[in-house]
């Protein structure tokens, strides 16, 4: 996994400050926590976040796939060091864990934007015009898939059918829909979610 | 709704009086005794502004006496939506469309005026005593959409408020399992599933009651049902709706299955990406926990069953049964060999029974109405119906439910309305393991048989409707896309036989197929169906197949001529993917390349700089070859 430059993460905060075990962070430069930070790179409260989140769930390896789940809703991705602290706790290895989070598309081992539109490429979509939305969503934001943007603020990822066929084509942000997406309306869509003025729910 | 959660919260539900006091209070906020404003609040709705809409009769109807607000779920004809009902006392109904924000406001008004607009109107139906409508509106039963549809599994959807457990019971919910309990022994359940010919509604179409025998059958101290939610079929969205619109129905099924096999807990593993389903479903499991629906006292019978969801992550093999296992566990969502079967070895090792989201929903109904009831809706080696989600090029698209044993044509042309405007191709049935049932076999009556028999399969339900402007051969190639995506990489002949399929396909759409790519089709398909592991592997070159078969010109026309018939896929776009341009700035007008122009596609006065029409070009190239100044740019 390649470092990435993380400071525009929203929950990242938190870790940036936590980064080299330290709770004091790394002073007034902004310093670069990459996604693979392991339990040794964090501080203390941030471990203690995700001992948290851990908490409801059984000692077990069938709690690996809802952990995940409950991790990438606070953080947006799977940090390495939440992902060993997962392996711990289901008394399991990290090899697991990451072969179980690399298997399913859902599961982010990089950061994402703020807000992750994503481009229904279902049959329904497809057959309306779904790359057309999908490319225009990419010129609009000047980021490629699964890319973020310069501000962290938007991701724009494929799914398969998110099951509003008969509004073609269709978008989703976080667990909202929007049906009957043309051309013209992207960049109405954008500027609602923009600067975080829309709450969502889910990813 | 806040009321009733109130209300239902410290209550138990042990026996028929405990039902019926809740029957009472369902029916009093199903029919309020003033005009009752229904808002569909599924996600279809909710994409198309319903939760607007709902504010609006929230606000403007806060202070009016004489009508209340309510949500429920989907009335299936979905690209109609926001959809909003209004019931007067008397039990008339009028169901309005395109109910935006502003429609809302005006409506608002006219409910508070007490005279219902005429106009807007999708339908009009009857509710509770009413016999006759006085309103000049058409009938459910007279809107084509809904004549030729029967509602047994939608039968509340769209009615009743999805959280509310008294409106469900109110409908009816509940009894049936009741009746279970009471009424019958473990094995007679069992039978009477059997005798309704009910057949798995995911898309194998193997007879529900029989896996239940098996399950029944084996006396494991601990035995798991599981509900199968993963519609990960793209294109079919029946499981999403049903869960969001009547997720206690679903519920139910399953409680009774618990009590015909033994099994004490459940689980039901639901796609991510559907929140609303969920939420609701949440929702619903709680509710009937609270009252002791759920639990180790199931109605005070002592039966116990207890039920919890997985979420999936994003896996489209995890619709296979072994695989969604592996998944619920924890693991990769890798299938495995069978046998042993799930009611043999399923979830953590202990016997297990499957089924779809529709097959269980239809379960309740067969107990409250009987088997044979539900045996007659059918054909006779299916029973009861088929919920549709159809979509693409068909003039009303929505979900749609018909018994099985109800022609093609009938959902396309009578309950869709047609295409909407091109000629009719076919309609693919089954999604990335269908194929397409051509035009000229559009009378077929739907069923599990005719359409295997068509090279087609039921699947889940989706139904995409196409006409002469969709490319066959691109069709397969974006099915095939999909499974390269979706295959898990366990076994090879799935691993790399959708690879090479789609690696075919994607040459044969950019025009660089040869003679043999029909064979090499051919044979892989044979191949990946022998040899796959489990369903996905199997069933991915269906759409291959069933394309060569009906429309195997359309391949050649691609391979010999370099051309697609139907315009669609980038041989289609007619440019070969290439644009040309001639420099304005630098044509002296010579007309050379509008004489060598094969389809008159560039104009230009003498003398005057020439251009070429995008839309008429076919990307031939060869007013560049003609250009003696050399200043037609090619792109692409």
Redesign the interface.
Known sequence: MESRSLTYMKPLESIHQAVRGTDDGPGGEEELVPADAGVEDVCPSEIETVAELLEPFAEDKESVIPALQEIQEEYGYLPRFAMQLVAEHAGTSLAHVYGTASFYSQFYLEPRGEYTIKVCTGTACHVKGADEISAGFRDELDVDLEEVTDDGQFSISHVRCIGACSLAPAVMVGDQVHGNVTEEKITAIVDEYADGQREVGGQ | MTALAELVEDRTVRDRSDLESLEREGLDSLYPGVTKVLVGLS??G???GADDAYEVFQQELADVDEAVVGRTGCLGF??R?PLVEVVEPNGESIVYEGVTEDVARKLADAVARGDLPETGVLAGRLHHEARQHSHDVPLFEEVPFYAAQERIVLRNSGLIDPESLAEYVARGGFFGLHEALTEYEPGEVVEAVQASNLRGRGGGGFPTGDKWSFLAGNDADQKYLICNAD???????MD??LLESDPFAVIEGMLIASYATGATQGYVYVR?????AIERLEHAIDTLRSVGLLGTDVLGSGHAFDLEI???????VCGEETALMA????????PRPRPPYPPQSGLWAKPTNINNVETWANVPQIVRKGADWFADVGTENSGGTKVF?V???VRN??LVEVPLGTPVETVVFEVGGGTTGGEFKGV?TG?PSGGVVPEEHADTPIDYETLVELGSMMGSG?M?V?DES?CMVDQSR??LD?CV??S?GKCPPCRYGTKQTLQILEGITNGEGEAGDIDALQSLADTMADTSLCGLGQTAPNPVVSTLEYFEEEYWAHIEDEECPAGDCELGSGTHGKTYKILQEECVGCHQCAKACPVDAIAGEHQEPHSIDPEACIGCGQCAEACPLDIIEVRG
């Open positions: 996600s279809c909710r994409a198309a979905c690209d939506e519609e990960g079929d793209p294109g079919a969205y999403r709706t991510a990406e559907y929140p609303l997985k979420k999936g992550a994003g896996a489209f998944s619920v566990e924890s693991e990769r969502g890798m989600s979509t693409g090029d698209t929505g693919q999604g989706g995409i196409m969709t974006f099915f999909f995506d979706e898990c």
